[in-house]
T-cell receptor, first 113, second 113 residues
């Protein structure tokens, strides 16, 4: 089974600061997804990156897939209290047709006003 | 409302008892998944199903049984609950290939005393 190491596991910052969350593996994934989870709810997909080197932006969130498709990062610019939550990266294991998701441990983000 | 629903939301039971967690989706998605979420481990796949009557083991299947007689339902049974199975359980569904988003229910918080 492939493994995904996510860091940091916990991040507490002030409103307006920037931050980056990393997701690393020694294995290649066919694609990688980022989810956000609120307390008491299931994860919700933010983005899927498929191509090595791909960069996707979602308002103040920037997602990058490594050139070798082994790692990814999530950068948040000018964080706001509404960004607080658990961020999970998940790699698609196996073929893109039938692949299962392998999740990182998650990063709990707290943005203080 | 259309979507994916889990029941019950909360369950307390004793060791040795059988308990079944229910999952129902209204999208007719082919794939369905069961995960458990524990602190420090992210989401770990228990079982998944590619279609009705087709199920397969995930990363942590021991102690769990699944069935899928209808496309929309995917119950998870703990045949003889143990304290190590205390966790939050999430059901998810997906249409098509592995790059498609997984849609999660809101989870069942299970405590085994």
């Amino acid at each position: 089974t492939q493994l995904l190491e996510q860091s940091p596991q916990f991040l507490s910052i002030q409103e307006g600061e920037n931050l980056t969350v990393y997701c690393n593996s020694s294995s290649v994934f066919s694609s990688l997804q980022w989810y956000r989870q609120e307390p008491g709810e299931g994860p919700v997909l933010l983005v899927t990156v498929v191509t090595g080197g791909e960069v996707k932006k979602l308002k103040r969130l920037t997602f990058q897939f490594g050139d070798a498709r082994k790692d990814s990062s999530l950068h948040i610019t000018a964080a706001q209290p509404g960004d607080t939550g658990l961020y999970l990266c998940a790699g698609v294991e196996g073929s893109s047709n039938t692949g299962k998701l392998i999740f990182g441990q998650g990063t709990t983000l707290q943005v203080k006003p | 409302d259309a979507g994916i629903t889990q029941s019950p939301r909360y369950k307390i039971t004793e060791t040795g008892r059988q308990v079944t967690l229910m999952c129902h989706q209204t999208w007719s998605h082919s794939y369905m998944f069961w995960y458990r979420q524990d602190l420090g481990h992210g989401l770990r796949l228990i079982y998944y199903s590619a279609a009705a009557d087709i199920t397969d083991k995930g990363e942590v299947p021991d102690g769990y049984v699944v069935s899928r007689s209808k496309t929309e339902n995917f119950p998870l049974t703990l045949e003889s609950a143990t304290r190590s199975q205390t966790s939050v359980y999430f059901c998810a569904s997906r249409t098509g290939g592995g790059n498609q988003p997984q849609h999660f229910g809101d989870g069942t918080r299970l405590s085994i005393l």
